[in-house]
């Protein structure tokens, strides 16, 4: 069962901010909203993750809505370097298994 | 520096002949996982490890064995591979205590003919 909802693709420019929506309606109250990346066939990796707060890090921010029904992933200059795929994930923490969807395929041009 | 490896990176092989993809980290995560991935089906979980002599199926088991006989190792074992495990599988290791993070290998390309 699909957990989370995200546009298949998504073209950014260079410089600019991307934002990378994720509607997760059905989460739980012990769920929480995790974000990786595939960057062309390699291994996963890991962004971001938040609860109900928004999160900043050096990567991104995490921006939750009131509700958590949804969120965004907000890279505040994309690169050419970040065009990748991007995983919005929905898990209780100490779950340790991440279950993938089809991400959100992010094309940054310059 | 902290890192998941994996060993070949590349590998065609016939079906039916026995093979083991390796995957070590050296980070003493206690938690060691095996993921397939294949076009439109998207990342699938293959096996899992909690810790050493504790193993556990994932989603898609059919046709593989792990082992878990020391904290930095979790071998995927093909006892007989067949053109449907073409694919490209990634390791996956994460801290009991930092679980919300999982590094992953660079990843091994399979081919079965």
């Known amino acids: 069962d699909a957990k989370t909802t995200q546009p298949p693709s998504m073209d950014c420019a260079e410089g600019r901010a991307a934002n990378l929506p994720c509607n997760h309606s059905?989460?739980?109250?012990?769920?929480?909203v995790y974000w990786y990346r595939q960057i062309h066939s390699q291994g996963p990796q890991y962004i971001i993750h938040?609860?109900?707060n928004n999160e900043t890090n050096e990567m991104a921010s995490l921006i939750i809505t009131e509700d958590r029904k949804s969120s965004t992933l907000i890279l505040p200059h994309a690169t050419l370097r970040d065009t990748a795929v991007y995983y919005c994930?929905?898990?209780?923490?100490?779950?340790?298994?991440?279950?993938f969807g089809a991400g959100t395929t992010v094309t940054v041009r310059a | 520096e902290a890192q998941v490896t994996q060993n070949p990176r590349y590998l065609i092989t016939v079906t039916g002949k026995k093979l083991t993809v390796t995957c070590s980290q050296n980070?003493?995560?206690?938690?060691m996982s095996w993921y397939r991935q294949d076009p439109g089906l998207g990342l699938r979980q293959i096996y899992y490890?909690?810790?050493?002599?504790?193993?556990d199926k994932g989603d898609v088991p059919e046709g593989y064995k792990v082992s878990r006989k020391e904290k930095r190792n979790f071998p995927l074992i093909l006892e007989s591979p067949s053109p449907n495990q073409t694919s490209l599988y990634f390791c996956?290791?994460?801290?009991?205590?930092?679980?919300?993070?999982?590094?992953f290998g660079p990843g091994t390309r399979l081919t079965v003919t």
């Open positions: 938040g609860l109900k």
């Open positions: 980070m003493n995560h206690e938690y």
């Open positions: 996956a290791s994460s801290s009991k205590t930092d679980s919300y993070e999982q590094y």
């Open positions: 059905t989460i739980s109250g012990n769920e929480y």
């Open positions: 490890s909690m810790n050493v002599e504790a193993t």
């Open positions: 994930i929905v898990r209780v923490f100490n779950d340790y298994k991440l279950s």
